[in-house]
């Protein structure tokens, strides 16, 4: 993926800054259905048999998408299993939480998102020293409704924020992003309908 790529799904998140996380099939037309309300779709379903085909129905309809390479069955996260992501699939990048991953789906040009879970001060830890080895494109925190935890991710990095998990409102979602939060993800579809911005 080009920085030109990522610049634009960037903007896109300031404008949109909602992205849908669907974890079951039955969601996929809907985050469809709220297209003009979203930023992306991180895809948390399927297999590496239909996979390719709800990317291309994503990207036909001009949504970005994301897969969550552990939520995915089949694929490997090995070189050659990304390699054929990347060739075959073809979405616009990744979520994992695997730092290795990170490197090798950015030299094959994919958009690489790391999600890191914080459950206490270890966690932010990790998180600075994992961007130092594997340079995302852009950090998912999980879960969301940490505020102070946020800001402090802000301070640790200029990458955009993504946070995600235990949103159940879109007053929580926007208090994200009023602490630092660039977007939010979300698996509830009743949050994909509204605005942000």
Not at 10 to 34: C, F, N, Q, T, W
Not at 131 to 143: F, G, H, K, Q
Not at 151 to 159: C, D, G, I, Y
Not at 186 to 192: H, I
């Amino acid at each position: 993926m080009s920085k030109t790529a990522l610049e634009a799904f960037i903007r896109g998140l300031h404008a949109r800054p909602m992205i849908a996380s669907v974890k079951e099939a039955k969601h996929i037309e809907i985050a469809l259905a709220y297209r003009e309300k979203l930023g992306g779709v991180f895809l948390l379903t399927g297999h590496i048999g239909v996979v390719r085909n709800y990317v291309e129905l994503y990207k036909s309809h001009r949504l970005p998408v994301f897969l969550h390479l552990e939520k995915i069955g089949g694929l490997s996260t090995d070189y050659y299993g990304l390699d054929y992501l990347a060739k075959t699939v073809k979405p616009d990048g990744i979520v994992t939480t695997k730092t290795n991953v990170v490197k090798t789906a950015k030299k094959m040009g994919l958009i690489a998102i790391q999600r890191f879970f914080l459950v206490d001060t270890e966690g932010l830890d990790n998180i600075a020293n994992s961007l130092s080895n594997a340079e995302p494109d852009i950090v998912e925190v999980m879960p969301a409704r940490i505020p102070e935890a946020l800001r402090r991710v802000q301070a640790l990095t200029p990458l955009p924020v993504v946070a995600g998990g235990l949103l159940f409102d879109r007053d929580q979602a926007l208090e994200c992003l009023g602490n630092g939060a660039t977007a939010v993800s979300s698996s509830k579809p009743e949050l994909w309908r509204h605005t942000f911005k």
